[in-house]
């Protein structure tokens, strides 16, 4: 029977190490397919594959597509596309560096590494910003509904679909907005974190409120925060069992529907952004059967 990755539906770690990585040979692409999925756990380990992955292994996964690229009244969302995602979580960053040396080897020379971003947690489940992060995230039930591919064949049952983009913060114009603007930006007070109905339209919360859209766009969000030097944001990961919750609510933020922007983008943008497919587990190993591999 198949079952998801456990990791997407499990709590959030203290850290976590995302690794991707791009296509380059192809002549030992089964062997390190094979290695790599000996190592996937689905706890300590989930992955995802992309298009281009997918695509050279010959295989179509009914609703799997790369990220559009789009731009509308200045804001710009990038799409850079890649092979493979590789997300590990775990307790102790020294495991999770020694963990990523080794799967960078084992797909070396097939996979390329593109991107290698640590995050954490921050005061439980903040933001960089001091605010709370997936407050109105799915629970149990809900978040299976969500995240999880259900009522298809074999191999496709267990699957999930994820969105990951890059956030940036400009913390010089966060610290700029004194604390009435901030939350208005956000829609919640930062000091107990409950929403407020005079928030301006561009808030947040009012911008991505998932039961305000037709159909719903419920999906299960396991952001992190992110910290290079001195900059750093929020590194946005968001499970579902298709892209269009997704799709949907960044429009929104993005002013396409009615052409309000969300206030965060006066303080953040994102950077890169890609899809992938996460494969089901079946019997503790990862299912790569609805590829034909």
Known sequence: MDTPQAGILADIPP???????????????????QGLAKLVDG????????????????STIPGMRVLTASSNGGIEIPSTPQALWCWIRGNDR???FHQSRLISSLLSPTFVLTDCTD????????????????????QGEDALNAAIVQHQESGINGSSFVAVQKWQHN???????????????????????????????????????QESFQPQAFMLRRSMPWAEGMIGGLNFVAFGHSFNAFEAILNRMCGVEDGVPD????????VSGAYFWCPP?????LDLTATGF
């Not at 706890?43 to 010959?58: C, F, Y």
């Not at 995050?119 to 799915?138: I, V």
């Not at 206030?263 to 994102?270: E, Q």
């Open 15 to 33: 850290f976590s190490r995302f690794l991707t990585f791009s296509l380059q040979e192809t002549d030992e692409l089964q062997p390190c397919l």
């Open 43 to 58: 706890d300590n380990l989930v992955i995802g594959l992309g298009q281009s992955l997918l695509d050279r292994l010959n």
């Open 94 to 96: 020294g495991e999770i």
């Open 119 to 138: 995050s954490f947690t921050f005061d439980h489940n903040r933001d960089l910003s001091g605010y709370e992060d997936g407050t109105e995230n799915p």
């Open 171 to 209: 913390f010089a114009a966060w610290d700029n907005m004194n604390t009435q603007q901030q939350d208005d930006s956000i829609g919640r007070h930062v000091s107990d974190n409950e929403e407020f109905d005079e928030a301006p339209e561009s808030a947040h919360v009012k911008r991505t409120a």
């Open 263 to 270: 206030a965060l983008f006066n303080f953040t943008r994102p």
């Open 281 to 285: 587990m079946k019997d503790g190993v």
